[in-house]
């Protein structure tokens, strides 16, 4: 048995670039989680005082650890390099610009230890924070459980799985579009299934303008999304999903019965 597997609880990744006004919120979020055993908060070359923010967590809470970034390489690269550093079975991903509800990983994790042929389980997400104007037009709810079941913090995904699946996805055109967070969820979705747990919003989702989130439910909305960005990003995203279901082929109950 390996040392990954004999620690219980959930390593919690935080990928961080100039977030020091919201960081503190969702580290306050993850220390509240009995099940958050450990929180690496990877700092992605920020040139605030995200660094520091961390840096003082970590001297609160020993469960708080910073990672930095040789230089900025965007969120897909975060997460990959915090998943190194992870020293439990159970992966969880937060932005720094979110916030866990309370009990949240406790029930994610119960989910996945009843049920270990699951590889992932993800929260419904709270968008309440967004504009009005987004939260307003009529398929707004159908867009936010699309969403729910695709961006970052949501994802709570046994590590052995996240590892086998390659991680995040980092070609450019995820860098350049966003993404990569699709492509992994249609790849869990596609080899694993993924439950999603839906009796009550597990994480609040905050607005942040210029965001892909925030462009997504603006496009949804009404707003064109230029052809060359779509058709890049979907093929990109198709591209990922081939490469995962051909490494995985015939490997994925043996995966999940390692995590």
Same mark, same amino acid.
């Given at each position: 048995?390996? /040392?990954?597997?004999?620690? *219980?609880?959930?390593?919690?990744?935080?990928?961080?670039? #100039?977030?020091?006004?919201?960081?503190?919120? !969702?580290?306050?979020?993850?220390? /509240?989680?009995?099940?958050?055993?450990?929180?690496?908060?990877?700092?992605?070359?920020?040139?605030?005082?995200?660094?520091?923010? !961390?840096? &003082?967590?970590?001297?609160?809470?020993?469960?708080?650890?910073?990672?930095?970034? *040789?230089? #900025?390489?965007? *969120?897909?690269? !975060?997460?990959?390099?915090?998943?190194?550093?992870?020293? @439990?079975?159970?992966?969880? &991903?937060?932005?720094?610009?979110?916030?866990?509800?309370?009990?949240?990983?406790?029930?994610?994790?119960?989910?996945?230890?009843?049920?270990?042929?699951?590889?992932?389980?993800?929260?419904?997400?709270?968008?309440?924070?967004?504009?009005?104007?987004?939260?307003? &037009? *009529?398929?707004?709810?159908? @867009?936010?459980?699309?969403?729910?079941?695709? $961006?970052?913090?949501? /994802?709570?995904?046994?590590?052995?799985? &996240?590892?086998?699946?390659?991680?995040?996805?980092?070609?450019?055109?995820?860098?350049?579009?966003?993404?990569?967070?699709?492509?992994?969820?249609?790849?869990?979705?596609?080899?694993?299934?993924?439950?999603?747990?839906?009796?009550?919003?597990?994480?609040?989702? #905050?607005?942040?303008?210029?965001? @892909?989130?925030?462009?997504?439910?603006?496009?949804?909305?009404?707003?064109?999304?230029?052809?060359?960005? @779509?058709?890049?990003?979907?093929?990109?995203?198709?591209?990922?999903v081939a490469r995962a279901r051909t490494a995985m082929?015939?490997?994925?109950?043996?995966? $999940?019965?390692?995590?």
């Amino acid at each position: 048995m390996s /040392l990954v597997s004999q620690n *219980p609880g959930v390593s919690v990744i935080i990928p961080c670039f #100039n977030s020091a006004k919201t960081l503190a919120r !969702a580290l306050d979020s993850c220390l /509240l989680q009995t099940e958050a055993a450990q929180i690496i908060v990877v700092d992605d070359g920020s040139q605030d005082a995200s660094a520091a923010v !961390a840096k &003082f967590y970590s001297l609160k809470d020993r469960r708080v650890e910073l990672v930095q970034m *040789p230089e #900025n390489g965007g *969120p897909a690269r !975060a997460r990959n390099r915090g998943a190194n550093f992870a020293a @439990h079975s159970i992966l969880a &991903f937060l932005d720094a610009d979110d916030e866990y509800q309370p009990g949240a990983l406790a029930t994610a994790a119960l989910y996945l230890r009843n049920t270990p042929r699951q590889a992932a389980v993800r929260f419904s997400a709270d968008f309440s924070d967004f504009p009005a104007d987004l939260r307003a &037009f *009529p398929d707004f709810e159908r @867009h936010a459980d699309i969403m729910s079941d695709t $961006v970052a913090s949501t /994802l709570v995904i046994q590590r052995a799985t &996240f590892l086998a699946l390659g991680g995040f996805p980092t070609d450019e055109v995820f860098r350049r579009y966003g993404g990569e967070d699709s492509a992994l969820s249609n790849a869990i979705i596609d080899i694993y299934g993924c439950y999603r747990l839906e009796a009550r919003k597990g994480v609040r989702v #905050n607005y942040h303008p210029g965001s @892909h989130v925030a462009l997504y439910f603006s496009r949804a909305g009404g707003a064109e999304t230029p052809f060359d960005e @779509h058709w890049a990003t979907t093929e990109a995203i198709q591209q990922f999903v081939a490469r995962a279901r051909t490494a995985m082929s015939g490997t994925a109950e043996s995966i $999940v019965d390692r995590a």
